[in-house]
Structure formats: structure tokens, C-alpha cells
């Protein structure tokens, strides 16, 4: 089973930028699926971006044009550039991953917050 370290959240102000990564402990290469999701206070967790092992890549409609994922094969790390921040964007982010027979497999989550 994969074990996964997100790092990178912080306060930020609006407009501002962070950028979070997802440390994967083995290879991400054959992974079916590397997702980003967020989960604010009374809200359900949600699938902020995505990318799989064939390089498709989807992205919430909130985050269009802002957030941009990517893979760093070499340190088995998934990176989640955030730009122009909202206060919306406020919440707990996760990486998972998912495999065909395996199921999903989630870290601990990094707190975004972003003020006015």
C-alpha cells in the first residue's frame, strides 16, 4: 500500500499562490489515478484535479485556469500549483491515489487558507 505526504498548505492572501505536493512512498509511473481533493468545513470532500497514468487530466470548474497538476517522475512526487487564490478555496487538500483492485488510498491532508 502506498503511503502518501502532502506538504505545501499554508495562509496565503487572496490572489496569492501556493504550491502543494503529494510524496508518493513508491513509484507514481503505473498508478491508475492521482487526484487532488479538498475538503472545506461542512462541505463534502471534492476532486479538485486529477491526472492518470495516461497524462488525462480533468480539473473541478472552480479551479479552471488557476490550479494546474503535474507529475515529477523522478522524486514520485504530484505537484498542485494553485495561482490566484480565493478565500473559497480555504480547506483541508488531500492527494490519493486509485488502482484498479486496490481501491484508494488517501494522505493526511494539508490546511489551505486563504484571507481577504
Known amino acids: 500500500q502506498v503511503q502518501l505526504v502532502e506538504s505545501g498548505g499554508g495562509l496565503v492572501q487572496a490572489g496569492g499562490s501556493l504550491r502543494l505536493s503529494c510524496k508518493v512512498s513508491?513509484?507514481?509511473?503505473?498508478?491508475?489515478?492521482i487526484g487532488w481533493y479538498r475538503q472545506a468545513p461542512g462541505k463534502q470532500r471534492e476532486l479538485v484535479a486529477g491526472?492518470?497514468?495516461?497524462?488525462?487530466?480533468n480539473y473541478a470548474e472552480s479551479v479552471k485556469g488557476r490550479f494546474t497538476i503535474s507529475k515529477d517522475y523522478a522524486k514520485n512526487t504530484v505537484i498542485l500549483q494553485a495561482n490566484s487564490l480565493k478565500p473559497e478555496d480555504t480547506a483541508v487538500y488531500y492527494c490519493?491515489?486509485?488502482?484498479?483492485?486496490?481501491?484508494?488510498?488517501w494522505g493526511q491532508g494539508t490546511q489551505v487558507t486563504v484571507s481577504l
Open positions: 490519493a491515489t486509485t488502482e484498479s483492485g486496490r481501491g484508494m488510498n
Open positions: 513508491g513509484s507514481i509511473f503505473n498508478i491508475d489515478h
Open positions: 491526472i492518470t497514468n495516461g497524462g488525462s487530466i
